[in-house]
């Protein structure tokens, strides 16, 4: 059994007993205000602080990761989104890379077949479970919005619409009937997650990398869409009170209304402590994404010469001091010099005498 994965998830179980005995021994403001409260600054102040320490890091030479041709001459054809020259796409390659995971959908497995043969395979169902989870969870983060805003804006309301619309009453009314619409974004985000999970758990080789910190946010979110899930379609809450306690919290005017529910608290908890454990993880590549180097920057190194303006002078020994500190030692070894050692006026009468012994 995997210690890493059993950490996370006895951690995570710990804190839906926290949750869940706090909210039955009374400590609803603990759970529904202070514990909010904090998450919410943690989120914002470890947010402000990466960010900030990522954009004064020195980033002196063009380093984008490369997949194609790079712009120069005339008539080699040059790869606009994998080499970008210009500004226009760059931006062109982080929207695709943000947008679709472009670059998650190009990579690829190494596998051997038939014992010696290598291949290598497309991982699309790693970007079609990747895609499927940030989607299903910005679909559930906006639709959340209706919690905290009065009235609830026009784009909540269509994406509301637009994720409802699979409505199971029409195909079974007589099942249906009375129970509210099925959100297809819940729905998927928890097999989206449980799958990102399983990937970890069963190939070895993800597993061998995975830490207890890749599993542990994997198994909270989880727990999230599955209280979620319980609120919504099992165990009811007072929805009312549900806002009314959101709305004192984005107002500053907390309050802790009757009949909200123990499974309430444990689904807030759990997005606190999401909330909080999100700037120190890698979850933080939400942010990271857009102050990467090696996507955020053009590939010109052919067409402009970038020098890394903090270097400063320092004392170097040339190839030619170097000569002649040790031309002599050189010749005398064999080791070929550039430039021969100098005739000495001292050594001309020597010569001009041995030529007229010769003579003689």
Not at 200 to 211: A, D, E, G, K, N
Not at 215 to 230: H, V
Request: charged content about 15%; proline content about 6%.
């Amino acid at each position: 059994m995997n210690a890493r994965y059993m950490f996370s998830l006895i951690a995570v179980i710990v804190l839906f007993l926290i949750a869940w005995a706090g909210a039955a021994v009374g400590l609803q403001i603990v759970f529904g205000i202070i514990i909010p409260y904090l998450a919410l600054i943690t989120f914002l102040v470890g947010l402000a602080y990466k960010v900030v320490g990522w954009s004064r890091s020195a980033v002196p030479f063009r380093i984008p990761t490369t997949g194609g041709q790079q712009k120069s001459l005339p008539w080699i054809k040059h790869s606009q989104l994998d080499c970008p020259a210009t500004n226009w796409q760059v931006i062109a390659r982080m929207a695709l890379e943000i947008l679709t995971f472009r670059s998650l959908f190009r990579n690829t497995r190494m596998k051997l077949k038939e014992g010696t043969k290598l291949s290598y395979q497309l991982e699309i169902f790693l970007w079609v479970g990747a895609l499927a989870f940030h989607y299903a969870f910005l679909t559930v983060i906006i639709r959340h919005l209706r919690f905290f805003t009065e009235p609830v804006p026009f784009f909540v309301t269509l994406v509301e619409n637009v994720d409802s619309f699979f409505r199971l009453e029409i195909l079974y009314p007589a099942i249906q009937f009375g129970l509210p619409g099925v959100y297809i974004s819940g729905l998927v985000l928890l097999a989206a997650v449980t799958y990102l999970f399983a990937r970890r758990l069963f190939i070895h080789q993800v597993r061998y990398i995975s830490l207890a910190g890749d599993y542990f946010p994997l198994i909270l979110i989880f727990g999230i869409a599955l209280t979620g899930i319980l609120m919504r379609y099992f165990i009811k809450i007072d929805v009312s009170a549900a806002k009314e306690l959101s709305m004192g919290l984005v107002t500053f005017r907390p309050t802790i209304p009757e009949g909200v529910g123990s499974v309430f608290y444990i689904h807030l908890f759990f997005v606190s402590v999401l909330l909080a454990y999100f700037p120190f993880s890698k979850l933080m590549h939400l942010a990271g994404i857009f102050l990467s180097p090696t996507r955020n920057l053009t590939t010109d190194t052919r067409a402009k010469r970038h020098i890394n303006p903090w270097n400063y002078p320092v004392p170097v020994h040339t190839y030619e001091e170097y000569e002649d500190e040790f031309r002599e030692k050189m010749i005398e070894v064999g080791i070929p010099v550039d430039k021969m050692p100098a005739e000495t006026p001292a050594d001309k009468p020597m010569e001009e005498k041995s030529q007229g012994k010769d003579k003689e």
